[in-house]
């Protein structure tokens, strides 16, 4: 069974890094074929992709958001970190990650999401 | 990135009608679309990928169709369970970034 959960700070004040983890089981990230991604979803809008690592340690990142996004991964505790530098409250969301595989490409498991609110 | 446009974004039906949502993309994603199914508090749920594969444990009544740059969910009898927001999500462009559509609200009429 694929689980993930996000843990993480539910309120960061502006101008500092938020780090997320993502902790999952079911599956492993030395496996060939996986991915695990960050996404988040501000108030009343759409899920917007963040940040992807793959199997191979590849990277990818939200063109908007590169310079501010690190996503780093511990193969051995099944976990993958995102870390997003000077947050503004504009960056109050929900911050979920989701699993994805090079085979069928969607996001097919998702976590529970943490809700962070940036503010002062 | 490419754009993608729902519409409806509100949708009021009533138990047993037949509803369809509509995906367009900005260009052509051949057949790379997802949609998902997501109530209040609770993360997105795939229904549909590869515009019209059913996913797993997903109800018949859901189905999907399309390629290139339009694509439709269709809820054949709609269930008390489907009242929701609906979201189709691109996942052709390579490698990032894959974009949601603005989300479509299925409301009770």
């Known amino acids: 069974q694929v689980t993930l959960k996000e843990s993480g700070p539910a309120l960061v004040k502006p101008t500092q890094t938020l780090t997320l983890t993502c902790t999952f089981s079911g599956f492993s990230l030395s496996t060939t074929d996986m991915r695990v991604n960050w996404l988040r979803q501000s108030p009343g809008k759409a899920p917007e992709w963040l940040a992807r690592?793959?199997?191979?340690?590849?990277?990818f990142y939200s063109t908007s958001l590169k310079t501010r996004l690190t996503i780093s991964k511990d193969t051995s505790k099944n976990q993958v970190v995102l870390t997003m530098t000077n947050m503004d409250p504009v960056d109050t969301a929900t911050y979920y990650c989701a699993r994805s595989m090079v085979t069928t490409l969607h996001f097919d498991y998702w976590g529970q999401g943490i809700l962070v609110t940036v503010s002062s | 990135d490419i754009q993608m446009t729902q519409s409806p974004l509100t949708l009021s039906a009533s138990v047993g009608d037949r509803v369809t949502i509509t995906c367009r993309a900005s260009e052509s994603i051949s057949g790379w679309l997802a949609w998902y199914q997501q109530k209040a508090g609770k993360a997105p749920k795939v229904l549909i990928y590869k515009a019209s594969t059913l996913e797993s444990g997903v109800p018949s009544r859901f189905s999907g169709s399309g390629s290139g740059t339009e694509f439709t969910l269709t809820i054949s009898s709609l269930q008390p369970d489907d009242f929701a927001t609906y979201y189709c999500l691109q996942y052709y462009s390579y490698p990032s970034p894959w974009t949601f559509g603005q989300g479509t609200k299925v409301e009770v009429k």
């Open positions: 690592i793959d199997w191979d340690d590849e990277k």
